[in-house]
């Protein structure tokens, strides 16, 4: 079955402690992209990768690394997690990333609580 | 970033009623895409209309776009409760990222 999965789904840690929620596709895309989704501020994009080893900043990168060494897998690294990175996170891949090859595939979302 | 802007923030219905969503946009775009999500799951992509298509149907979805209104609504027709779920509308423009607005929520009663 073709899927984005996303691990953990559930998080709750502490301020400073580095975490790490992973990301994989089986769909062979291209393009891979996290977002944070917070109440009335809608989808914002963290960072995406065009392919492997090329990855650039999105809208709210602050806080956040990702690497791309593989194909499949996107991880998103919080190295000190602050509260204000309590959020609902993404993982998102496509084809690529214009024309009609940027429809995006969704992971089912990490909750994530810094305390 | 330029964003789209769905309206209205929040739409109630009864079961059979038609449901319309509008998003605007900023600047020029390749293509509009409109997205459903469940509550707190993942997106799922509904629809994709290029700059040059003005209306495209996909089951009971009807998706038009005004390029000179920066404009594109989203029309389900004969809703259902499992309809209920936030509509989001994303714009490609040219660039690496699509940019989502920030949603309707519609709620479907039977």
């Known amino acids: 079955e073709a899927q984005v999965t996303q691990n953990p789904r559930y998080l709750i840690t502490v301020t400073g402690k580095k975490l790490t929620v992973t990301c994989s596709q089986n769909?062979?895309?291209?393009?891979m992209s996290w977002y944070r989704q917070d109440p009335g501020l809608g989808l914002r994009q963290i960072y995406y990768s065009m392919n492997v080893e090329v990855t650039d900043k999105g809208d709210v990168p602050e806080g956040y690394k990702v690497s791309r060494k593989e194909k499949r897998n996107f991880p998103l690294i919080l190295e000190s997690p602050s509260p204000n990175q309590t959020s609902l996170y993404f993982c998102a891949s496509s084809l690529g990333s214009g024309g009609s090859y940027n429809e995006q595939f969704f992971g089912p979302g990490t909750r994530l609580t810094v305390l | 970033s330029q964003q789209g802007e769905e309206d209205p923030q929040a739409l109630s219905i009864q079961e059979g009623e038609n449901a319309t969503m509008n998003c605007s946009y900023k600047t020029s775009i390749n293509n509009l895409q409109w997205y459903r999500q469940n509550s707190g799951r993942g997106l799922v992509h509904l629809i994709l209309?290029?700059?040059?298509?003005r209306e495209k149907h996909s089951g009971r979805l009807r998706v038009t776009l005004d390029t000179s209104k920066k404009s594109s609504s989203l029309l389900i027709t004969a809703s259902r409760a499992a309809d209920t779920a936030s509509y989001f509308c994303?714009?490609?423009?040219?660039?690496?990222?699509?940019?989502f607005g920030k949603g309707t929520t519609l709620s479907v009663s039977s």
């Open positions: 209309i290029r700059s040059n298509e």
């Open positions: 769909m062979n895309h291209e393009y």
């Open positions: 994303a714009t490609d423009q040219a660039g690496t990222a699509l940019i």
